[in-house]
Antibody, heavy 121, light 106 residues
């Protein structure tokens, strides 16, 4: 069965960086993309970006351009999301999700369990 | 930039039908996907491509999309359907979520 297992919770100071991992299993990793979505406490879902596990192509949400980098390691079927220059408003649960891509766009059919990132001095 | 508008809350009695809307300019020309999120859990896909259901999602969940409004319909609502629901579209190479609707089962 398809599973996405994320790394554990992180506590970071403002200005630091965080790198969250997402290990996929149960499907051919390179046949799908991975998107990252975050959710601040009590707030809605915010799309952060997408990476093709096939060729590494990315596209990021405009508000995060320059601070976020998404990568994959096909040898371990793992996706990574690094966010730099952390601020308090980056405090959120970060989710990875398997992205199904078609001509009509993308949707997310399997999700990781979420990783809480807390930014606090 | 494209904006998706959902009502913050919808309330429905058990056994009745809940309709959750997602408004956007000419949203009928886009594919709309819906997610259910219960407290403390990751979102779950319940409808994709406007009206398709993933395996394991009850037939009580259905979707439609036309003009400026997409709608998620939940028939014969059960207590277990109480959750937040989000619509999502792909626009200009980016994905966008609506603000979410809290479904309360009375």
């Amino acid at each position: 069965q398809v599973q996405l297992v994320q790394s554990g919770a992180e506590v970071k100071k403002p200005g630091a960086s965080v790198k969250v991992s997402c290990k996929a299993s149960g499907y051919t990793f390179t046949s799908y993309g991975i998107s990252w979505v975050r959710q601040a406490p009590g707030q809605g879902l915010e799309w952060m970006g997408w990476i093709s596990a096939y060729n590494g192509n990315t596209n990021y949400a405009q508000k995060l351009q320059g601070r976020v980098t998404m990568t994959t390691d096909t040898s371990t079927s793992t996706a990574y999301m690094e966010l730099r220059s952390l601020r308090s408003d980056d405090t959120a649960v970060y989710y990875c999700a398997r992205a199904v891509v078609a001509a009509a766009g993308r949707f997310f059919d399997y999700w990781g369990q979420g990783t809480l990132v807390t930014v606090s001095s | 930039s494209y904006v998706l508008t959902q009502p913050p809350s919808v309330s429905v009695a058990p056994g009745k039908t809940a309709r959750i809307t997602c408004g956007g300019n000419n949203i009928g020309s886009k594919s709309v996907h819906w997610y259910q999120q219960k407290p403390g859990q990751a979102p779950v896909l319940v409808i994709y491509y406007d009206s398709d259901r993933p395996s394991g999602i009850p037939e009580r969940f259905s979707g439609s999309n036309s003009g400026n409004t997409a709608t998620l319909t939940i028939s014969r609502v059960e207590a277990g359907d109480e959750a937040d629901y989000y619509c999502q579209v792909w626009d200009s190479s980016s994905d966008l979520f609506g603000g979410g609707t809290k479904l309360t089962v009375l």
